[in-house]
C-alpha cells in the first residue's frame, strides 16, 4: 500500500522569472486555488496519507497555505460570512515540510525524504506537472501497477521528437499495452533518444533508491539527478514505465499555464 508521498517544491522556478522571484509557482493560481493545492488533492484521492514537501526558505507560502488561518474564520464569522468557509477548507491529509538548503537537483530533494519515507514505497509528484484525467488520477494509475508489480513504477508520456531534450526519456526492453519493462533512462538527451517515451512527473519508488542517489559533477557544478538513482536502481531490480492516461500541463510553461486555467474553467477542450 502506497500511504506517503514526497512532493519537491524548492526549485527557483527560473522559466518563470520574475514572478518567481517572490510567487513560487506552486502558488499560481489555477481557478482561486494555489497548483499545488491539485497536486495535494491528486495525492489524497490516490490514497495518500502523509505528504512530505521538501521547501526552500523562499516557500514559506506554501507551508502558510496549508495551515489554518484561525483569525480569517473568525473574522468572516464575526461578519456573517461563514458560507465563505467552504472556501478555506484543505484536503484532509498530514502535511509536514522540510527545507532543502541547496539547489542541488531532484535526486537531492528526494534524498532529503528518507527519514520520512522509512522502509515504505512512496509516491513522487512533481509539482510543475498538472495532470488532469477523468477516470483514475495520474497517481492512482502507477499505485495500482504498483500493486501488481511491487516494483518501481515511473509514469511516462509519449512526446514529439523536438521536446524530449527537456526530459528523462527511457529506453525498454519490453511493452504489454501501457506498461513498459525499463532498461535505462537519460536526463534530457542532447542528441539520440532512446525512444519517445518521456518521464513526466509522477514516480512510486521503492526505499531502496535511496542508496542509488549520488552526486555527480554535471554541467553547473554538483547535481543529484534522480533519473540517475533510478538507472542505477534498474541494474538490481526490475522498473516498470507506465504510459499514463491523461492531459499533462507543465504549469512552467505560460502557454500551458494557460490552456490549463481555460480548461478548468471549462472554456477549452483537452489539448
Ligand atoms: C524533471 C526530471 C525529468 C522529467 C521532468 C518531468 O525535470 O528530471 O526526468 O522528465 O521533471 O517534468 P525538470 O523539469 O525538473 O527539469
Redesign the pocket.
Known sequence: MIKKAIIPAA?YGTRSLPITKVLPKEMFPIKGKPSIHYIVEEAVESGIEEILIIVSKYKNLIVDYFDVSLELEAFLESRNKAYLLDKLVLPKVHIQYTRQPYAR??GDAILLGRSFAGNDPFAVL?P??IIINQGANATKQLIDLYNTVESPVIALKYMKDELLH????VDITSQEGQVHHLKS?I??PKHSPPSNL????RYIMTPDIFDCITVKSGEFGEEI???DAICKLMANRACYGYEIEGDRF?I?IEEEYLQLIRYIHGLENPI
Not at 527537456?166 to 526519456?169: E, F, H, T, W
Open positions: 526549485g537537483g531532484l512533481l510543475d506537472d527537456k526530459y528523462g526519456v533512462i536526463e534530457k518521456a518521464v513526466v512527473g539527478q534522480l533519473t507543465d512552467g
